[in-house]
C-alpha cells in the first residue's frame, strides 16, 4: 500500500516537471521569434522636416543631434498608415519648451508635420 503512494507520487511530480519544461519551450519559441526588439527608430528633425532612421546609440538622448548641423532638433516620430508624419503626444512638452524656437514643421494641435 504504501508502495502505491510513493508511485502516485511520482509520477504527479515527473508529470509536473514535464509539463514545466514543455511550458519553458513553448516561451522561449515564441518570445524569442515574434517580437525582436527593434535597434533603429524613425526620428524628425523639428526645424527642417527631414527623416532619419537611428540606431540606439546614434539617438542616445532625446533630442537627438542632426547628423549635420550637430543641433539637438530631432525627436522620434512614427509614419501613419495614410502616409503623414506625426509625433506622439508625449513629446508636445518638449516641443513646447526646449524645441520651441526651432520647431518649424510641427504643428502642435495634431503633432503631425505641417503639409508644405
Same mark, same amino acid.
Given at each position: 500500500?504504501?508502495?502505491?503512494?510513493?508511485?502516485?507520487?511520482?509520477?504527479?511530480?515527473?508529470?509536473?516537471?514535464?509539463?514545466? #519544461?514543455?511550458? =519553458?519551450?513553448? /516561451?522561449?519559441?515564441?518570445?524569442?521569434?515574434?517580437?525582436? *526588439? %527593434?535597434? &533603429?527608430?524613425?526620428?524628425?528633425? #523639428?526645424?527642417? =522636416?527631414?527623416? /532619419?532612421?537611428?540606431?540606439?546609440?546614434?539617438?542616445?538622448? *532625446? %533630442?537627438? &543631434?542632426?547628423?549635420?548641423?550637430? #543641433?539637438?532638433?530631432?525627436?522620434?516620430?512614427?509614419?501613419?498608415?495614410?502616409?503623414?508624419?506625426?509625433?506622439?503626444?508625449?513629446?508636445?512638452?518638449?516641443?513646447?519648451?526646449?524645441?520651441?524656437?526651432?520647431?518649424?514643421?510641427?504643428?502642435?494641435?495634431?503633432?503631425?508635420?505641417?503639409?508644405?
Amino acid at each position: 500500500m504504501a508502495r502505491m503512494g510513493f508511485l502516485t507520487r511520482n509520477s504527479k511530480l515527473i508529470a509536473s516537471i514535464a509539463m514545466l #519544461v514543455a511550458a =519553458g519551450f513553448m /516561451f522561449a519559441k515564441y518570445s524569442s521569434s515574434d517580437s525582436p *526588439i %527593434p535597434h &533603429r527608430f524613425d526620428y524628425i528633425c #523639428v526645424s527642417t =522636416g527631414e527623416l /532619419f532612421n537611428l540606431s540606439n546609440d546614434e539617438a542616445a538622448m *532625446i %533630442p537627438a &543631434r542632426h547628423p549635420q548641423t550637430r #543641433v539637438a532638433t530631432l525627436i522620434p516620430c512614427i509614419r501613419n498608415a495614410d502616409g503623414t508624419v506625426a509625433v506622439e503626444e508625449g513629446f508636445r512638452a518638449l516641443l513646447e519648451g526646449e524645441l520651441s524656437r526651432y520647431n518649424h514643421v510641427i504643428d502642435l494641435e495634431t503633432l503631425r508635420v505641417k503639409p508644405r
